[in-house]
């Protein structure tokens, strides 16, 4: 039986509980008292139901007892249970070993990815079997620290952690008893890494949103990602494009399907039509069976065609018809193949002024821009700048088995200020390379290496490609753009930017921004 005593913190108090039981000729079995709380816990053999509750109110008479009642566990005996439990349920393999690296216990995954039974290792040196750590130089060392290795045992690979068991002496000062060993198998962190990596495709909570701009392109994202029709994705190098459309195939209904990613930028003319659409038999020299392109493999699934404004426009007459009803021929084949694959497109450039060029066809244009993503480059959402360095700090220290550095107050003024030309690639590069430099536990402005910036003449390029005139007219565009919904007619706009109507209507001509082309 155990009890459980609720009492003050009395001197004496525990010796009347045990001159009780003695009364009774009981032998105890064991007590643990819990001071901070206030109680005490006896366990004994079981007794008759009469002598028990006789037994009850002699303990409740004691001066200072204020309750007593029977209970299933001791502290100790719940706490071992617990931890047997969690034990037995681990996936990963864990080994105890005393200071003699002799194992004390195994867990059932241990003994399975070892292939032994607990006889044969329960007792056993764990130096012997070990090819690539010494545990007893280990042990026997001054000062022994955490380790993260990668050792054989019985010819098996394994990544480990190798943690001191450290107890605390009388004196408080703490003694070594042992160390414990996580497991873990090639197979194991193959499916970490598995789990780790959809959880970023699929989620679109791996995108953080604190400005009220990210939060809208997700909002939109999430209510797109449930339907079929084509989404283009437009924003600056390294805004995230791509990791948006994984983010809205795998909240649609294509999540269990294929997503494959085609960058049209880097395929020459004379492949990018049979990657795409593939070839039928004895389309080249050599070829006597066809192949499938990147829409008939994604049949069903998702296609992501990055940059899709590099396109020829010979490939923007085909994808145009693919997209009306989905059907293709291969080629060299005379067969019309027909899929089910939704489209999801991103470009970097612009496309209006594309098409006003006669670079890129304006009926593409219609058809890719029912749904459009602007993603805000990272410099006009600087809400977002400091949860993402933390984010990529923490997981980059996290990788080097280190404790995530803390961003110093220069830091995070540097990173808020900054222009991010790369946006979040940018960012996150330079923060991978800072903490895998750094020596220290604290992030300051120094340590982050990026091309000179200052509040007077901005971001300053190693590398201008064009003349004046191409980046200045580059500017006006991108002006003139981002005010025209706001100015919708040359004469409103004429009027805020201080010129004639004529030079206002002339600009916008050249550019080739109209009602069409821009969203108002």
């Excluded at 050792?151 to 000062?173: C, N, Q, T, W, Y």
């Excluded at 020829?312 to 018809?321: C, D, H, N, P």
């Excluded at 058809?367 to 459009?372: D, G, H, P, S, T």
Aim: net charge neutral; hydrophobic share 40%.
């Amino acid at each position: 039986m155990r009890l459980e005593i609720q009492c003050q913190d009395r001197l004496g108090i525990a010796q009347e509980v045990l001159n009780i039981l003695v009364s009774y000729q009981l032998d105890l079995r064991g007590i643990e008292v819990d001071s901070a709380l206030g109680r005490m816990y006896v366990s004994f053999p079981s007794i008759h139901f009469e002598q028990f509750q006789e037994l009850m109110g002699k303990m409740r008479r004691i001066p200072g007892v204020v309750d007593v009642k029977t209970t299933a566990f001791m502290p100790s005996e719940r706490h071992q249970n617990e931890l047997i439990t969690l034990l037995k349920t681990l996936p990963d393999g864990i080994i105890a070993i005393d200071t003699k690296a002799q194992v004390s216990i195994i867990n059932d995954a241990a003994l399975d990815a070892l292939s032994v039974s607990r006889e044969e290792i329960e007792g056993e040196s764990f130096v012997g079997m070990v090819k690539g750590f010494n545990f007893l130089r280990w042990l026997e060392s001054d000062d022994v620290l955490a380790q993260t290795r990668r050792f054989e045992i019985h010819g098996k690979r394994f990544i480990a952690d190798i943690l001191p068991v450290m107890v605390p002496d009388d004196s408080g000062h703490e003694l070594l008893a042992g160390a414990v060993i996580n497991l873990k198998s090639e197979s194991r962190l193959g499916q970490h890494m598995v789990a780790f990596n959809q959880g970023d495709q699929q989620s679109f909570q791996t995108l953080h949103a604190q400005s009220p701009q990210m939060r809208k392109v997700i909002r939109e994202a999430k209510k797109m990602a449930l339907l079929d029709a084509p989404v283009l994705i437009i924003g600056e190098t390294g805004t995230g494009k791509e990791l948006l459309a994984r983010a809205c195939h795998g909240a649609g209904n294509r999540a269990d399907k294929s997503f494959l990613a085609v960058n049209c930028a880097s395929m020459p003319d004379n492949v990018a039509e049979s990657e795409l659409f593939g070839y039928g038999p004895n389309a080249f020299p050599g070829s006597n069976e066809g192949k499938k392109g990147i829409f008939e493999q994604a049949n069903g699934g998702t296609v992501f065609l990055d940059e899709v404004g590099e396109m020829s426009r010979e490939l923007q007459s085909k994808l145009l018809r693919f997209l009306q009803d989905g059907s293709f021929r291969r080629v060299a084949d005379e067969h019309e193949v027909k899929v089910d694959v939704r489209v999801i497109c991103t470009t970097q450039n612009d496309l209006p002024a594309m098409v006003q060029d006669g670079k890129f066809r304006e009926d593409l244009y219609y058809r890719l821009n029912v749904f459009a993503l602007n993603l805000p480059a990272l410099r006009e959402r600087k809400q977002d700048i400091v949860p993402l360095a933390e984010h990529f700090v923490a997981r980059f220290a996290a990788r080097l088995g280190r404790k995530a550095p803390k961003l110093a107050d220069s830091c995070i003024q540097f990173l808020q200020n900054y222009p991010w030309p790369g946006n979040v690639r940018q960012l996150e590069n330079a923060l991978y390379r800072a903490v895998t430099l750094l020596e220290g536990s604290q992030l300051d402005k120094e340590h982050l290496q990026l091309p000179s910036f200052t509040s007077d003449f901005g971001y300053l390029e190693q590398e201008f490609d064009g003349t004046l005139d191409e980046a200045v007219k580059r500017f006006e565009s991108s002006l003139l753009r981002k005010l025209y919904p706001a100015y919708p007619s040359s004469r409103q706009l004429a009027k805020k930017l201080g010129l004639s109507h004529t030079a206002i209507a002339n600009k916008l001509r050249d550019y080739g921004i109209n009602r069409k082309t821009v969203k108002i």
